[in-house]
């Protein structure tokens, strides 16, 4: 089972000012918060981390978050499970798995003009979100799938633009090997994806602050 948390960082911000929300973090993922430079990306940040502590936990593995360490390309990885993690405006989830690799995001559909991004696909791609009677929606259909496969993989997001998905299957080859791509459910506000490297079942649970 692939085990996904969710929850509204401006709930939490309500009930856990973000000082006590980074004091229940370990020290060492202190600095990498704070590089953020809007309070709302560093309380993002340490409130994706406890989505993963409350994850670990069902799994038998307690408070594990000392044990996170980071590969050349910047992933976070544990070496007990297959974690991702991802947030944008006020939404932050956070994915597990015991059995294989997976990638996490999640996306505010917020106007942009698409323009600006058309490099990062390919001439079938974007004929594709041109073509599509919501473009925008299309365009997050695809970013979030490809931003879920660089996060699977556990490489630089400058190889987005390498990508090509098949916009008729739900699967991706690498390298010889299929990983599976799915839509998540996060509201009308939002667009997600997930891709994993098995064919597991999900859940997705809402996480709420304490009281």
Same mark, same amino acid.
């Given at each position: 089972?692939?085990?996904?948390?969710?929850? !509204?960082?401006?709930?939490?911000?309500?009930?856990?000012?973000?000082?006590?929300?980074l @004091?229940?973090i370990?020290?060492?993922?202190?600095?990498r918060?704070?590089r953020?430079?809007?309070?709302?990306?560093?309380?993002?940040?340490? *409130?994706?981390?406890?989505?993963?502590r409350?994850?670990?936990?069902?799994?038998?593995?307690?408070? #594990?978050?000392?044990?996170i !360490?980071?590969?050349d390309?910047?992933?976070?990885?544990?070496?007990?499970?297959?974690?991702?993690i991802?947030?944008? !405006?006020?939404m932050?989830?956070c994915?597990?798995?015991?059995?294989?690799?997976?990638?996490i995001?999640?996306?505010?559909t917020?106007?942009v /003009?698409?323009?600006?991004?058309?490099?990062?696909?390919?001439?079938?791609?974007?004929? /594709?979100?041109?073509?599509? !009677? #919501?473009?925008?929606?299309r365009?997050?259909?695809?970013?979030?799938?490809?931003?879920?496969v660089?996060?699977? *993989?556990?490489?630089?997001?400058?190889?987005?633009?390498? *990508?090509? *998905?098949?916009?008729?299957? /739900?699967?991706?080859?690498?390298?010889?090997?299929?990983?599976l791509?799915?839509?998540?459910?996060?509201?009308? @506000?939002y667009?997600?994806a997930?891709?994993?490297?098995?064919?597991?079942?999900?859940?997705?649970?809402?996480?709420?602050?304490?009281?």
């Amino acid at each position: 089972m692939i085990y996904i948390y969710q929850a !509204s960082s401006e709930g939490f911000w309500m009930k856990v000012p973000l000082s006590e929300l980074l @004091d229940s973090i370990p020290k060492h993922l202190h600095q990498r918060a704070l590089r953020y430079r809007s309070e709302r990306d560093q309380y993002n940040f340490i *409130l994706g981390r406890v989505l993963l502590r409350e994850g670990l936990g069902p799994l038998g593995m307690g408070d #594990q978050l000392d044990l996170i !360490s980071y590969n050349d390309n910047g992933k976070p990885v544990h070496p007990n499970v297959y974690f991702n993690i991802s947030h944008s !405006s006020d939404m932050v989830v956070c994915a597990l798995s015991t059995k294989g690799a997976l990638g996490i995001d999640v996306e505010y559909t917020a106007s942009v /003009d698409l323009v600006n991004f058309r490099r990062w696909f390919t001439d079938t791609e974007w004929a /594709d979100i041109e073509g599509a !009677s #919501q473009p925008l929606r299309r365009f997050y259909w695809y970013w979030t799938r490809k931003e879920s496969v660089i996060k699977a *993989l556990g490489i630089s997001l400058f190889h987005l633009n390498q *990508l090509s *998905l098949d916009a008729s299957g /739900d699967v991706f080859l690498s390298n010889g090997e299929q990983w599976l791509l799915r839509e998540l459910d996060f509201g009308s @506000d939002y667009c997600g994806a997930l891709c994993s490297q098995t064919d597991e079942k999900y859940t997705i649970k809402m996480y709420h602050p304490p009281l």
